[in-house]
């Protein structure tokens, strides 16, 4: 079960390094393009590649630029200009980086026994790491869209997005700091899973309105 929980943690990882790098209309429109059996092999084969990190003992940080430097490698094929792409690569990574420091050193703040006697990661230290990495990818993903979407309903909604994960952030930093992680963090675990993927879904949802009506504007304009 902990590895499983862990698992999808990664693959959220995954995925949300995938949505920032490129931009999120054209993994919509893939996403929306694909059957029910192709969304199906692509999601086990992102969770078997999750567990084959978890279980090589891999840090999660080094697939995410093995990941990049494969997606970037996929642009210069497609001889598309990626310049973009690896700054926003670049970006997350240490975005990634540093959200795992800062729930290392709030663990040890907070006196963990495992780490202060070994130094070494266990589960729950390692799930936190991933929930918050995966939450600091989705604020990525927001503020980018948030500086593309014009002023009005539009932005306002994307900002309410953005808000609903910082009180999941919030939330997650509460549970480290009072241990009410420690005591449960497997029901909390997959709670915080599931928030992830409400956002993400409500994100997606809201990309694919605002494309749609900003394409039946153009239309209106001819």
Known sequence: MKLLIT??????NIYSLLFFISDTEKITDIL???NLK???????AILLVSLSVMWSRVYLVLW?????????????????????NVQRGLLCIVTVIVTELTIIFLYYYTGIENLESTGRINYEIQIACYLA???AQYFLILFREIKKTTAGYRKALMVTLAAKGIGDMIWLYICI???AFKKNYILLSVLFIAEIII?????????LK?????????????
Do not use: N
């Open 64 to 84: 995410l630029v093995l990941e990049y430097l494969g997606i970037i490698w996929w642009y210069g094929r497609q001889k598309r200009d990626h310049l973009r």
């Open 38 to 44: 192709a969304k199906v092999y692509s999601a086990a």
């Open 133 to 135: 990495m995966a939450l």
């Open 177 to 179: 700091g009072t241990c």
């Open 7 to 12: 698992s999808f943690a990664c693959a959220l």
């Open 32 to 34: 929306g393009k694909m």
């Open 210 to 222: 605002i494309a749609e009506r900003s394409e039946q504007d153009k239309r209106a304009d001819r």
């Open 199 to 207: 956002d993400y879904c409500a994100f997606c949802i809201m990309v």
